[in-house]
């Protein structure tokens, strides 16, 4: 049974509604996540031609998923910041009011640039929702009853990621594709009324101050840097004068952007806490894994759904065993790294990771779909095992006080990561199969020939349109997406194997007794 709390900590009002205070910010929470999660299996549908979708390119598909991500990190710690400013209850209202309103304007977009802007709107309104959920809960919850809390709150991640494919696939084999977006809707305003009854404001008395400038040179960098990627895959041609002047111009602003953070007297980005190895090979590892993880989802959609015909609700279950592994291990990894330390921990999950892209890149149209089943769950397997160790280490890494910056650092070096993924893997795959079904498509005319080139969504969209003629262009479709698969996955192999080597060189092994348990509520923090 729960003590009373002093009146002077938390008014007793608060107090005897914390549970349900606890329920509505994870209603909000769950919205935030399962968007990404519920959009994966609808890049399909999205990529067909209208009706059915936007007949959206496999770049705009990368930037539908891109524009959400960047934006989304680079106004995550500004974010914190004005909650700590201007109230977190206030924040968090317009936050998810923002993301609803770019969920409903992005259900009816008409063109695949409306669904790109909408999508940045609603990453505008999850950037303010993120932050403040977790800090009113630390305002409402006495020190004792946080951690519980907190374990809840981030179990809330885990079932969104979980139910997130199922939800989209149910919907698309209903509705129209906006749908995946529309859903939101009900659910933001269900939100928002049950917001404004129950959850109390609170405010920082002595708030950090805002850095627009680190904030702007961020963003600006990696769209750069990220649109440079995008666009040479598109073009299967790096060489390309305009692509290498976006990637160039790119780094030459995340490095002003460095620079400026480096000198500012309150930056955005701490880059001093980068000067600790184990730090930095902790973030490394996460920014790696879901290099790798983004890119293999993003091309196992297609694997699925175009070349095994799937549809959407089939794709979302069969992606289950994947979120079911990291439910099922991530709380349970502690163990393994208080037996074996963090380092073996880590960079055995990495090594599986990498194992199970390399499996990745012998399959076949017609390979067995419980051996998909068995990868997919060892692929949550070892992402369980390499997001709690590295937690624990960057919790370890920076004094007690920074933990609020180490958790924003690792969400944001996770978004930047997944975002980097889809951009680089996404361009592989794009040029992989334009190289691979350019030679049989000479008999098109020129300006079908370039659209049936870019993705194998597009080479089927012309094949339908042709009719009976177009059926000779399906197998060649399939080959060469299969081929490009392939080259994408041993890709994200190479980038596994250097995040093991980086963690095996430099993350810390076995730690002293002890030591572990006072670590455990930081952990659950840092671990979304």
Known sequence: MTSPVP????????HRRRWAILGVLMLSLLIVVLDNSILNVAIKTISTPAPIGLGATQSEIEW???????????????????????????????????????SALAAESGSPGQLIAFRALMALGAAFV???????????????????????????????IAIGPITGGALLDHFWWGSVFFVNVPIVIVALVLMTWLVPDSRDPSPGRLDPIGVVLSVVGLVLLVYGIIKGGELADFTDAKVLATIVAGILVLAAFVLYEKRSDHPSLD????????????????????FA?????????????SVRGYSPLESGVLMLPLALAQLIFAPRARLLVERFGNKATTTAGLLLIAATLAVFATFEAD??????????????????????????VIMQALPREKAGSA???????????????????????????????????????????????????????????????GRALITPANDAFLHAMHVTALCGTGVALIGAVVTALFLPGKPPAGQQ????????AATD
């Open 271 to 290: 880059v001093t806490y980068f000067r600790n190895k184990v730090f930095s090979a902790a973030m490394g590892a996460i920014a790696l894994v879901f």
């Open 367 to 392: 390979t067995p779909i419980w051996l998909l089943e068995v990868v997919f769950f060892l692929m949550g397997t070892g992402m369980a095992h390499i997001m709690t160790p590295t937690s624990v």
């Open 7 to 14: 009146a002077s900590r938390i008014p007793e009002a608060v």
């Open 130 to 160: 993120m932050p403040a959920t977790l800090a009113v809960l630390m305002n409402v919850f006495e020190r004792d009853e946080q951690p519980k809390a907190i374990g809840i709150w981030a179990g809330g991640v885990g079932l969104a």
């Open 407 to 469: 958790s924003a650092l690792s969400n944001t070096f996770r978004q930047v990561g997944g975002a980097l993924g889809i951009a680089v893997l996404g361009s592989v795959l794009a040029t992989s199969y334009r190289n691979g079904i350019e030679g049989r498509l000479g008999a098109l005319p020129a300006g079908l020939r370039d659209t049936a080139g870019e993705s194998i969504e597009a080479t089927l969209g012309v094949a339908a349109r042709l009719g009976p003629q």
């Open 64 to 102: 539908a998923i891109n524009a959400y991500t960047l934006v989304f990190a680079g106004l995550l710690f500004t974010a914190g910041l004005v909650g700590d400013r201007v109230g977190r209850k206030k924040v968090l209202l317009g936050g998810i009011a923002v993301f609803g309103i770019g």
């Open 293 to 305: 993880l983004m890119g293999v989802t993003f091309f196992g959609v297609f694997y699925t759904q």
């Open 517 to 524: 348990g006072e670590k455990e509520a930081e952990l659950v």
